[in-house]
């Protein structure tokens, strides 16, 4: 009787198992339907994360509730003791995981009631981050040993220990081959996208010409040339770092830096925008009168990403980097050039590079150029009329006065 009932378990395992793996490969074809499409901008939203998470989950449960020992001791402490420097230094990289959350923001203008719903909105996504990170890593905990736990192989390493658990190995492959879809769409996606914004930017004047060539099929072919490079010169750091671990840690942490970076002006920009554009209209305000609630989330906002980003170039100690000079010069040089990079390119723009079919809104500050220009010739003409006028006005009297020669005949 405890034989069949354990066999029913099983089939019953092996069901759900089939079930979400069949949701996986759904938005996998998604995924191949968009690309053939080239519709890649919208391949994002069919990454598989949501439905990878929702198997891990119902493996673990299931895990669990048959007997399964835990790997994970939930004895302990739920929250990390933040004393140590070191789980500090490592969990600065989270902040890569909330990356995107602003991209939102373009939205703000179709929504009901942006003033209530928009806030709720980034919470609720927020919480969504939350939830699918933290139980996903917890199933993965659960079936991997602490010891086996890697940056890089763990998503499989769980995967394939579940499938061992329900007699269905034969998944392993398939689980592999459909996760190996969803990053490549990842992978298309950030270099399609990115890129497409550069070729715009470039074609209003922003970038030489060099950069604005497209193959027959309108495709930025030297943007995403220099792209490969770029890629191919950060893949060497196989080289001299020991570990595919370690190099794709000091990947992350130099992602990290750049995105913080970003945020950091977005914040500091949001507050210096109060005061520099107070009448500009905004379809959502953080405050509905003052700007205290602003430089209070601001303030927030840029203060943890500045100490996000002075961690994140402490190598974390658990995990060996190799030496600490590699690590500290490719962040610090990674940063350098991709923050000098925009600064000499745009001081040495040319009015040649301007594309004329170009298609592309000014920035407001060049508009505010523009208008100041037009308005100062303006501004002259009055000027000039008005000193006629009252020169003439001066002289009318003068000359009325004065008797003509006819006159004195």
């Known amino acids: 009787m405890e034989h069949a009932g354990s066999t029913l378990l099983i089939a019953l395992c092996r069901g759900v198992v089939l079930t979400g793996l069949f949701l996986l ?53 739920f929250f990390p003791d933040f004393s140590n420097f070191d789980n500090l230094v490592l969990a600065s990289s989270i902040f890569l995981f909330y990356a995107g959350m602003e ?13 209530k719903n928009y806030p709720k909105a980034v919470f609720i996504g927020a919480a969504i981050t939350v939830i699918i990170f933290v139980l996903g890593t917890f199933a993965l905990g659960i079936i991997i040993p602490e010891k086996d736990i890697n940056l890089t ?22 689980i592999a081959v459909a996760l190996a879809f969803g990053v490549l769409a990842g992978v298309l996606t950030w ?31 030297n943007i995403l040339l220099i792209q490969g490079l770029a890629v191919t010169l950060l893949s060497l750091l196989f080289v001299v770092m020991p570990s595919v671990q370690s190099f794709y840690q000091i990947l992350s ?11 950091l002006l977005m914040f500091s920009g949001a507050i210096y925008l109060r005061y520099n554009m107070k009448k500009a209209p905004r379809p959502f305000r ?45 962040l610090i040089i990674g940063c350098i050039v991709v923050v000098a990079a925009p600064f000499i390119i745009y001081a ?26 037009t308005a100062a010739p303006v501004s002259g003409a009055a000027k000039s009329s008005a ?9 009318g009297p003068a000359s009325q006065s004065t008797p003509s020669p006819e006159q004195h005949k």
């Not at 991209?103 to 003033?115: L, Q, R, S, T």
């Not at 723009?349 to 220009?373: G, L, N």
């Open 253 to 263: 942490q130099l992602t990290v830096l750049l995105y913080l970076i970003m945020y």
């Open 348 to 373: 040495s723009r040319k009015p040649s590079w301007v594309d004329k079919d170009t298609q592309f809104e000014p920035f407001h500050w060049e508009e505010q150029a523009t208008t100041a220009q």
């Open 191 to 221: 270099v399609a996208g990115p890129s497409k914004g550069i070729f715009a930017v470039g074609k209003a004047g922003y970038l030489p010409p060099f950069f604005q060539k497209t193959n027959a099929n309108g495709v930025q072919k």
């Open 286 to 330: 953080i405050g509905s009168k003052g700007n205290g609630l602003m430089w209070l989330i601001g303030g927030l906002g840029f203060c943890g990403s500045l100490l996000a980003f002075v961690l994140s170039f402490i190598p974390p100690s658990q995990i060996a980097v190799g030496s600490n000079t590699v690590w500290f010069a490719v």
């Open 387 to 395: 000193s006629s006028a009252s020169t003439n006005a001066a002289a």
């Open 25 to 77: 490969l759904f938005g996998v074809t998604q995924i191949v339907m968009e690309c053939l499409r080239n519709d890649l901008h919208m391949v994002v939203h069919f990454v598989p994360v949501q439905q990878v998470v929702e198997l891990l989950m119902v493996l673990a449960v299931i895990y669990l509730a048959s007997g399964g020992q835990s790997q994970m001791n939930f004895d302990g402490n």
């Open 103 to 115: 991209m939102g923001g373009i939205h703000v203008k179709d929504i009901e009631n942006p003033a």
């Open 153 to 174: 192989q763990s998503l499989l390493v769980g995967f394939d220990n579940y499938f061992k658990y329900v007699h269905a190995s034969w998944l392993s492959p398939i």
